[in-house]
């Protein structure tokens, strides 16, 4: 079985510039595979971050600069408009790894998945923290190369290439990974 794993597309993120110009492409992309993905009969899981203004949720980073991101019930934790984000489950994180003290592995497991396929934002960052902590249990990953994006385009060549390399890990464009959903 394969999940779609959509990470961190939430207002927020789109606050960035860089980002907000890829913004409509990425929702598109990330649309495509969700319909693809729910009329193959696979899981699709919507990833989003959100923290707590108390300071109990918080990373180093924001700690450190005593400024907190992504508060839960903001506008900013919102998914950005268009996404198709309706009937599908959701998981709350705090940390980059969609693992980092969730249930994502529970609900892999009861799912029966041996393969996510990730999309969203940002690729050098939540996605490629994710991506290794599913390659330390054992799921293989692929990256949707048409649905996600990053801010900082250096560092996203440089993570996806150790991350294809060393952990054998897939990019794939959205025609490629609907091809293959038939099979998976």
């Known amino acids: 079985m394969i ?8 207002n927020a993120y789109f606050e960035d510039p860089v980002l ?20 193959a009969g696979h899981k699709v899981l919507l990833v989003r ?3 707590e203004r108390d300071k109990s949720t918080w990373t180093l980073n924001m700690l450190d600069d005593d400024q907190g991101f992504i508060f839960r019930g903001s506008k900013q934790a919102d998914f950005v408009p268009g996404l198709q984000a309706d009937g599908h489950p959701q998981l709350v994180k705090t940390r980059d790894s969609a693992f980092v ?15 996510v396929v990730l999309a969203g934002v940002s690729s050098h960052n939540c996605l490629a923290q994710t991506a290794a902590d599913a390659f330390a249990r054992n ?4 990256y949707a190369r048409d649905a996600m994006a990053s801010e900082d ?14 952990y054998r890990q897939d990019e794939l464009s959205n025609q490629e990974i609907l091809a293959s959903l038939a099979g998976g």
Request: with cysteine.
């Open 20 to 39: 907000d110009a890829s913004r409509e492409k990425v929702v598109e992309e990330c649309n495509e595979l969700i319909a693809g993905f729910r009329s």
């Open 101 to 115: 003290d969730t249930d994502l592995l529970a609900r892999l497991r009861n799912w029966g998945v041996e393969r």
């Open 153 to 166: 385009k250096e560092a996203e060549a440089d993570m996806l290439r150790i991350l294809t390399d060393e």
């Open 139 to 142: 799921i293989r990953v692929t």
């Open 49 to 51: 971050t959100e923290h």
């Open 3 to 10: 999940a779609l794993l959509v990470i961190d597309m939430q």
